[in-house]
C-alpha cells in the first residue's frame, strides 16, 4: 500500500533508540524527508546514514535536548532550513525514572516533567505555526500504555504522560480547522532498551529473576509476548498519511490487548 509519504517533511524528536528510531525508519521507508533529534550525536549520525539507506537521502540529524527549549526550537529550524518547512512531527521523549511514589525525589518530578511533559508543549509551540504554514499536518506524540490502564512503579510516566494525552486533545481541538491532526499513540510492552531497562529495574527492585521480571510486564498481554519496534512504526506510518485522514484527537493503545477498557 503506497501511503502517499512520498517528500513529506517530517521531523521526530528521542529518535535516536528505540520507538523513535522504529519511527524515523518507518516514514524514511515510506519515501518521507527526515529529521531526527536526540542528545545522541553518534548514534543519530549512524541512523541518519541508515535512514539515507532507507529512502531519505537528505535526511539530517539535528542535536536536541528536551530539558533544553533553545536546543528544541533550534532543531526545529534546522529541519525547516533544510527542507523548506515541515508536515510530520513525531513527538517522543526518553522515559522517566521509574519506581514508586515514596522513592521519586521532587527533583526527579521537575527532571521528568521538563524532559516529558514541558518538552512537548515547546515542541508543539516551535512546529505549528510551520504545519500551519504548509497548509496542514500531522503530530503524533508517543506516550504510553499507562495513560489507559495503570503501570506499577510508574507514577511519573503514567502521570505526565496522560497530561501529554490532555494536551493532544486540547491541540486536537485547536487546530482542526487549519488541517492539523493531532493523536497519541500508546505503547505497551515493546522489544526496546527501554523496555530492557524496566526489566533490569523490576529485577533489583524486587529481587526477581529476569524470566520472573519479564513475565511481570508481559503476563498481562493477551497475545502473550513483547511487542516489535517495526509494528509501531508501520502505524506511525499510517497515522502520518492521508490514509487517517479523519483520525484526530485520538490516543490508540498498541499494546497487544493489555489495556482491557473500552
Known sequence: MDLGLGNKRALIT????????????????????????????????????????????????????????????????????????????????????SGPLLDITLEDW??????????????????????????????????????KIVQPDMVLSDSLRLAIVGLAKSMSLELAPDDILVNCLCPGPIATDRMDELIAASMAQKGLTRAAAEALWCDEVPLGRFGKPEDFGALVAILASERASFLTGAAIAVDGGKSRAY
Open 14 to 97: 528521542a529518535a535516536s533508540r528505540g520507538l523513535g528510531r522504529q519511527s524515523a525508519l518507518a516514514l524514511a521507508g515510506e519515501g518521507a524527508r527526515v529529521a531526527v533529534a536526540s542528545r545522541n550525536r553518534r548514534a543519530l549520525d549512524d541512523l541518519a546514514d541508515e535512514l539515507r539507506a532507507a529512502g531519505a537521502p537528505d535526511a539530517l540529524a539535528v542535536t536536541v535536548d528536551l530539558a533544553d527549549p533553545a536546543t528544541i526550537a533550534r532543531g526545529v529550524e534546522a529541519a525547516v532550513e533544510r527542507f523548506g518547512g515541515l508536515d510530520i512531527v513525531v513527538g517522543n521523549t526518553g522515559g522517566p525514572k
Open 110 to 147: 521537575r527532571q521528568a516533567a521538563e524532559e516529558t511533559l514541558f518538552a512537548m508543549v515547546q515542541l508543539s509551540r516551535a512546529v505549528v505555526p510551520h504545519l500551519k504554514a504548509a497548509g496542514g499536518g500531522r503530530i503524533i506524540f508517543v506516550t504510553t500504555v499507562g495513560v
